[in-house]
């Protein structure tokens, strides 16, 4: 379909109604991926904190000098990690090596994700982003130090970013509803708009009145008895070239002026 051909209306109705829907895209867009760095934020502060205070408890730095973990301890491990609604406890020693696991067979192998050397070798806690065994996550992880300053091991506490976005997609399925009705509503604003600026015009199309004036100025100059249009305030608004011979004026600079 060609774009002239198609009515100022509708032409009105589709820019209003895409520029609308552009900007609502956008803001819906931007709105979720702040929600979902926002959510990701909250949840790495969480497991920051449980793994921070994990670190500093007595059970925690015995377990590490030991090098194993009681059954006992690993099933409170798994229940701490339900009630904090985690994806995993993961306790390593100053190696790397796990100690604590949600997964048996995984026990006594290296922890993955690449994301234990700053706690490791420089004692700090902190959040990371990474692919582990159970998938990708974010983590709060805090070193462990017994009481002569030394690092010991690693407590890694973390939520799955899938389980996360879960969270977030309810929020998204909002914002696109809500764009959706403010689509309509930019819609019926647009057509409602656009027919009062129709009627405005006497319901010509923009290329009618410009071919119009195309032919009326054509008419006047060709004509040459003088016309001179004037509105209700003795502003003139058209001249034709017989007129402005006639009264010694230039076009250019009578036009939009009062006349004296």
């Given at each position: ?150 690092i010991i091991g690693v407590v890694s506490v973390g939520y799955l970013i899938e389980r996360l976005q879960d969270r977030v997609e ?69 001249i034709n070239k017989s007129a402005c011979e006639i009264l010694g004026l230039r076009r250019e600079q009578a036009l939009n002026r009062?006349?004296?």
């Open positions: 379909m060609v774009w002239s051909s198609i009515t100022f209306r509708k032409r009105m109705l589709i820019i209003m109604t895409l520029s609308g829907l552009i900007e609502l895209l956008l803001l819906v867009a931007a709105g979720f991926m702040y929600v979902k760095h926002s959510q990701e934020q909250e949840v790495g502060q969480k497991a920051l904190g449980v793994a921070a205070f994990l670190a500093q408890t007595p059970a925690v730095i015995n377990m590490i000098k030991t090098g194993r973990a009681s059954d006992d301890q690993q099933q409170s491990y798994r229940e701490l990690t339900q009630l904090i609604g985690a994806a995993f406890i993961v306790i390593g020693d100053n190696q790397g090596i796990r100690l604590v696991h949600p997964i048996d067979e995984r026990i006594g192998k290296p922890m993955v994700g690449g994301d234990n050397e700053r706690a490791l070798v420089e004692g700090e806690a902190y959040v990371s982003f990474a692919q582990g065994s159970l998938g990708k996550s974010v983590r709060g992880k805090a070193a462990v130090v017994d009481q002569h300053g030394q309810p929020f998204l399925f909002y914002l696109i509803a809500t764009a959706l009705l403010v689509v309509g509503a930019n819609a019926l604003v647009s057509s409602y708009a656009s027919r009062r600026f129709q009627r405005a015009i006497l319901g010509f199309e923009p290329e009618e009145i410009a071919r119009l004036y195309v032919e009326l100025d054509v008419t006047m100059s060709t004509l040459k008895e003088g016309i001179i249009s004037i509105d209700d305030k003795g502003i003139l608004r058209s009062r006349l004296t």
